[in-house]
């Protein structure tokens, strides 16, 4: 259940009018009051012969009383109140409860013989009420509404727990600001999908992703196509900035500018400063057709060492990779193929609300990870096969252990729309690691199906010394097979597969896992400096030159049944 509190207005009749109209788009069904102050205001949706004039008079009538100086210049108090998508449809008088513990917990009308504000609840839908009240108590002093919207949301929590609703996790304030009824409606009537805020935010933020300057920030939203004011002191310096979409017009037919700040808390100009004055960039690699393989190879890397900074770092290092985590997310869903954006996508929206809390970051700390997603920006779009679509399944696989760390995190830190954030995003990542990896997947199952017995049983053999615990069940899983022929992989290239695999499962958790044989794979072959991909003919830029006298992998070395090398052709 969402209470959202408006800022004070000065009509009531305009208000009104609103409540009992038609709405924008003729959604107003059957307007009329649950519940009001005194339970005995006129109600002009049912009853012919109430107005909104007097429903209007009635309400306003402390301010009046007050001599016009005395009258606040903003004196209408609004909220409404929404049930979550899925939620039962609440009853009248569930919904005149819910109105009369709002106005009491905001100080609007505490009851229990305090003096209160005139209010009334307007229903015209199934899922929400709107209340509506004049800031002027009937002893002619002001409520005591201090911080009105963090008292109805904290309402809220208890409602939904009573009345068997959908729990919504408790904020802390530090989330990006919801779009507003009015832009809602703008967008349907422009036949958006989102708001203009939303889409503004999410490529602001894919503008961030590894940017180191001002210069590359703006050029950035340039390219997305967005138009750009900044915001010059008369010294010369950039201030600030705010952004519009070229199509997003007001009635007068010019832009809706947006600020940076109004966008999200971390992305006003001085918060996104803060993100490369402590960067020292490295070169990027040369360009060419392994690019976003490679891209995606060194980011993996990076990301694997930051999970371990998020299980036991400071909070404020781990705070800045969070943070610096959604910038390799939105990087990739950036640069994604057409089989795995849409979820990568999502997981970055989902994502940007784990990467805010109190927990001030400590800038500097995260550069390998913002140097992965400018890298991954600079690679450019994966093709989604053979490499870079191995290399990007490897990216996924541990980008969704570093989001499970971050939701742990936060969830022992008490941030609760932070780790439910988090733990959605993770989902997202699942399915896009399934269409990523199904290809790559599919070729290596093939190959461990395909080797000799003896070399079968040898691996299955460094399984069980090394993983005791788990060895049955990674044998028993689909993926085995894939993860049987990188182990071959990694013999053939001179390392040890016990010692191999007891470092690989040491280093990270494996219980949310689906797939423990996949995981246990991905890292394999990173750690052994494999190819992702199973092809021989696509190899990573960004591994470094092995001594062509090493056989590349176990299929150009397969021990036969008779346990006699055989070359292949």
Known sequence: MIPSVNPPGDRTIGLLAYLYGSGKREEHVDPHLVASFDGMAPDPGRDPNATLKALQQLLDQPVQALPIHARP????????????????????EEWAEVARRIVAATGIDPGEGQPGCRWAAVRHADDHIHIVATLVREDGARPDDFRSGKRAQAEARLIEKEFGLHRVAP??????????SAERHKAARQGRERTAREELRETVRR???????????????TAAGLLVKKRVAPSGDLLGYKVALPDDRNKDGDPVYYPGARLAPDLSLPRIRERWSMDQPEPLPPGGPTAPAAARWRAAAALSEAILVVHSGEDAVTAAHIAATGEVLDALAKTSAAHTRQELREAARTFERATRSHVRAARGHDRALRQAARELVHGGPALGRGEDGATTAMAIDMLFFLITAAAHWHARKGHAQQAEAAHRAAEHLRVAYSAAAEQPLAVLHQRGRNLARPLLKRQADALRAAIPELAEQVLAEPGWPALAATLADAEAAGHTPVSL???VAGRRELNTAESVSDVLMWRVRRMANLPASPYRENVAAARPKRDPAVPRTAEALEINASNRPRRRG
């Open 73 to 92: 210049a903003k004196h209408v108090w609004h909220t409404s109140v929404r049930t979550a998508p899925g939620d039962r449809a609440l009853s009248d």
């Open 207 to 221: 503008a961030v992703a590894g940017a180191t300057s001002d210069e590359e920030f703006f050029d950035r939203l």
């Open 171 to 180: 904020g802390d304030g530090t989330a990006a600001q919801r779009p507003t």
């Open 501 to 503: 695999l007891a470092d």
